[in-house]
């Protein structure tokens, strides 16, 4: 099929899974306002764990029942694709601003356009207030959800069903001229071009604080068990679908390829430096974005949109830039690898941002500085300054730390960039995983997937630690 063929599929598909994911959204949000405080995070964690966990082992993990029943590949795509677009959407609406208009007002606009005395103006009036309250807080959440959709590359390459972000990478392999697949990319990125541009629009409103940015208030929300226990089974059912399935169609197998994995010194050694360089990689790309992302609106604000088109388009639009004549002598460095990454998470960095201004317990913040201030010395200030030092790294350290870790790792798991980017000599192990993918699964393969993306995890998990324990020290 041609490129415009094939966008044309790629979008009625995103078309019918945000109108399929959005109930769900919606649902998951209400069940988050009115789900108990002890309770929530752990269902936040549930909801999140899903969207983040890597599409190239969940595309590994389900490939051979694509390639079994070919005619379901494309819904078991679109399913899996869901479990990634609904925890975008509903971050989205968990730190969209309440709607103006409140339900009891559409209510009573609903009730005079019914009435016998009812007007065509009434009916203006109802629609107005349609668009300025659901319709206007449904947007970002929807167009997130269609970008995440739209860009999808490991998923559909893994499961071989149609899409544009593949046909590139197709093209590149058939030996299809740079100059021709940029001319090509103009098709997808003129599509998305008015979807990217709200959502840059969106973002940067609410980051320069025009906008209030302050989520729904439960008492707005129904508040019965129905509610939390509905949404509560859907987060399960992502949490499964998107992570424990996966892991448990390959760990069958990886106990006997991690023990082949150990027994070879070569493979160890080589493993080891694909992971130190993506490391090292994505920790500089997810700091620069992050530090970056709070530089609005002077810097940020016009990089947003050129983040927003992906790293596929974006790693395409720097092979051709950094070919040129006086940029050639720096296209085999990491440079261009990190300068796309970093484009790349400045919008994640800034919803991320969003998101812990939306949940920022500023009150309890400005206690626990009071609580370790200084200026008011006595025989308990040693202990009072190791309880603030506690507390602030609970509600204000850790978020933040957790949120540079979580772009480090979106870095670290993305393949387009490192597919046509990374420069010779510093092959970065994802691209070595994703070819030997396309030949089926196998123990050793397995145990060397679960390594790659498992160190991350783990050296997070160990910084998480000593950090805080060095925190309680200082105090």
Avoid: K
Wanted: overall charge positive.
């Amino acid at each position: 099929m041609s490129l415009f063929a094939i966008c044309w599929w790629t979008l009625v598909r995103t078309v019918v899974l945000c109108l399929i994911a959005w109930p769900i959204c919606r649902r998951i949000e209400r069940s988050l306002h009115a789900a108990p405080h002890r309770v929530r995070p752990w269902l936040v964690v549930g909801l999140i764990a899903p969207g983040c966990f890597p599409e190239l082992l969940v595309g590994y993990a389900f490939r051979d029942l694509a390639l079994a029943s070919p005619r379901w590949a494309e819904v078991l795509c679109g399913g899996l694709l869901l479990v990634r677009m609904i925890p975008v959407g509903t971050v989205a609406l968990l730190i969209a601003p309440p709607p103006d208009p409140d339900s009891a007002a559409l209510f009573c606009r609903r009730l005079l356009v019914r009435s016998p005395t009812g007007t065509w103006r009434q009916c203006v009036e109802f629609v107005r207030c349609l668009w300025q309250g659901p319709v206007v807080r449904a947007l970002p959440a929807l167009a997130l959800m269609s970008i995440v959709a739209f860009q999808e590359f490991e998923l559909a390459a893994l499961l071989q069903t149609m899409s544009w972000t593949d046909w590139f990478v197709t093209a590149e392999r058939l030996g299809t001229e740079r100059g021709e697949m940029l001319w090509q990319s103009l098709w997808p990125l003129l599509w998305q071009t008015p979807v990217l541009l709200g959502v840059a629009r969106w973002l940067s409103l609410n980051s320069q604080g025009r906008l209030n940015v302050r989520p729904m208030q439960s008492t707005e929300l129904p508040t019965g068990r129905v509610v939390v226990w509905t949404g509560g089974i859907c987060i399960v059912v992502l949490l499964v679908a998107g992570c424990l399935v996966p892991l448990g169609m390959m760990g069958s197998r990886i106990v006997d390829g991690l023990a082949l994995l150990a027994r070879q010194r070569s493979q160890q050694l080589g493993l080891g430096r694909e992971i130190a360089i993506s490391l090292a990689v994505s920790i500089c790309a997810g700091l620069t974005a992050w530090n970056l992302s709070a530089r609005f609106p002077r810097l940020a604000t016009g990089l947003l949109p050129l983040g927003l088109f992906g790293s596929l388009l974006l790693s395409l639009g720097c092979v051709g830039l950094f070919q040129t004549s006086w940029l050639r002598p720096i296209y085999d460095t990491p440079l261009p690898w990190t300068l796309v990454l970093v484009l790349w998470l400045l919008p994640r960095a800034a919803l991320l941002r969003l998101w812990l201004q939306s949940v920022r317990p500023d009150e309890a913040i400005h206690l626990a500085e009071l609580l370790g201030d200084a200026s008011h010395p006595g025989p308990d200030s040693r202990p009072r300054r190791r309880r603030s030092s506690g507390l602030l790294w609970r509600l204000r350290d850790q978020p933040q730390f957790l949120a540079m870790s979580l772009l480090c790792f979106w870095a670290y798991c993305d393949l387009p960039t490192a597919y046509l980017l990374a420069p010779t000599g510093m092959a970065s192990g994802l691209v070595r995983l994703y070819n030997f993918m396309h030949f089926g699964r196998s123990a050793a393969l397995s145990a060397e997937a679960i390594v790659f993306f498992g160190i991350p995890v783990i050296v997070c998990f160990l910084m998480l630690l000593v950090t805080r324990q060095l925190r309680s020290w200082s105090a």
